[in-house]
Nanobody, 115 residues
Framework: QVQLVESGGGLVQAGGSLRLSCAAS????????MGWYRQAPGKQRELVAT????????NYADSVKGRFTISRDNARNTVYLQMNSLKPEDTAVYSC????????WGQGTQVTVSS
């Protein structure tokens, strides 16, 4: 059974930083695609960042390029999302996802950025 457990969300002032963690079990992240989505109230879910393959290869939404960094620790089987220079528009529930085969979701963690 695959489980993805996020942590690290919270309240931060604009310009601050947070690091989200996604601890995976039942799936080896080095062999899977992993990513972070976010969804703000009244808005569509947005794919924020992905990390895939042995390289690994990373991709980012234009809205977070240069501010967010996705990484992974294969030994800990954990994916991270380092978020710097946070803006109020980054406020959302952030969810970890993994795929290959099947697609899996964490429960989400709230990130709130105050102005």
């Amino acid at each position: 059974q695959v489980q993805l457990v996020e942590s690290g969300g919270g309240l931060v002032q604009a310009g601050g930083s947070l690091r989200l963690s996604c601890a995976a079990s039942g799936i080896r992240i080095i062999f899977a695609g992993m990513g972070w989505y976010r969804q703000a109230p009244g808005k569509q879910r947005e794919l924020v960042a992905t990390i895939t393959g042995p390289g690994p290869t990373t991709n980012y939404a234009d809205s977070v390029k240069g501010r967010f960094t996705i990484s992974r620790d294969n030994a800990r089987n954990t994916v991270y999302l380092q978020m710097n220079s946070l803006k109020p528009e980054d406020t959302a529930v952030y969810s970890c996802t993994g795929w290959g085969p099947g697609k899996y979701w964490g429960q989400g963690t709230q990130v709130t950025v105050s102005s």
